[in-house]
């Protein structure tokens, strides 16, 4: 299977743990080479945040496993990227 | 697992299910407890007349292990039924199961070890406060050993106060005093009581 290189998640977590420690948790795995979390959305009890993480080869499964772990829900796959190369998202008349 | 990795994963659950801040709490409630029970058993039993030391060591332990199964059962029970009601209350904002997540797993730890604390608490500072009655015999006297117990429950008091002073930061002597003065008043109150039933 080609090379998992981006993926953004939309993600329904409790407070605690909180996102300082989440993202080590993820950034620790191997294949990953960095993690970005931002809250968009804070609740009494939880908080809706939007993970960006990159790398090489990113182990999707155990990603969604350490973020059920810690109470999260993966609501959404917003964004995805594969393959040998990067490809950003490309700006089209449509848009 | 290393025992270092089991010790942090079981700080990490203390850390998210806020335990250490509900132990502290209980330690010195039931401690305190715990020795001004044993003042009223001192105090009962000397106004009483008893000087045999068995009969106090006795009605003493029988008193602290009541206290703490008291302590065991009631706090199992009651931080059970209320961290369930609190994991519940989050599954439902987070629509998903956490039984079998850390924070489930974090809540059931709070509750062992707040039950152990409630529980160990009162029976070890009720037992503290009468080591001067086990070595009576050592001692020599059993009137000696009443007061040294007493003596040993106010340190206790006052220890505990200093413990809650430096918690909250405060003047660690004021909040000694203010425990230490809840044994002298139940040790005044025994010998009022006392000369009055006898």
Excluded: C
């Excluded at chain 1, 998992?4 to 420690?21: A, C, H, N, S, Y």
């Amino acid at each position: 299977m080609s090379n998992l290189r981006r993926v953004v998640l939309d993600v329904l977590k409790p407070m605690e743990p909180d996102i300082v420690e989440l993202s080590q948790m993820l950034a620790d795995l191997e294949g990953v080479d960095g993690v970005n979390i931002a809250i968009y959305e804070i609740d009494r009890r939880v908080e809706n945040a939007k993970v960006t993480i990159e790398g090489n080869n990113l182990p999707y499964e155990k990603v969604v496993t350490i973020i059920e772990e810690n109470g999260g829900a993966v609501h959404s796959v917003d964004e995805v990227a594969s393959g040998k190369v990067l490809i950003e998202d490309v700006v089209t008349p449509q848009d | 697992m290393s025992m270092a990795q089991r010790w942090d994963v079981l700080r990490e659950y203390s850390r998210i299910s806020g335990t250490a801040e509900i132990a502290r709490r209980y330690l010195v409630m039931n401690a305190f407890d715990g020795v001004l029970t044993i003042i009223g058993v001192l105090m009962g039993n000397y106004m009483a007349g008893v000087r045999d030391v068995a009969i106090v060591i006795n009605t003493g332990l029988t008193t602290s292990v009541a206290m703490g199964v008291s302590g065991l059962w009631g706090a199992y029970l009651t931080e059970s039924a209320e961290r369930e009601r609190d994991l519940a209350e989050l599954e439902k904002n987070t629509l998903s199961n956490l039984k079998n997540t850390k924070i489930g797993r974090a809540s059931r730890w709070a509750v062992v070890i707040v039950a152990l604390v409630d529980g160990l608490a009162p029976l070890a500072a009720a037992l503290l406060v009468m080591i001067p009655l086990f070595l009576s015999r050592l001692i020599g006297s059993v009137e000696v050993s009443y007061l040294l117990s007493l003596v040993l429950s106010l340190i206790t008091l006052f220890g505990l106060g200093v413990f809650l002073g430096r918690i909250s930061k405060r003047n660690v002597v004021i909040y000694g005093l203010r425990t230490l003065i809840a044994g002298v008043v139940s040790i005044a109150l025994g010998f009022l009581l006392g000369g009055h039933g006898g």
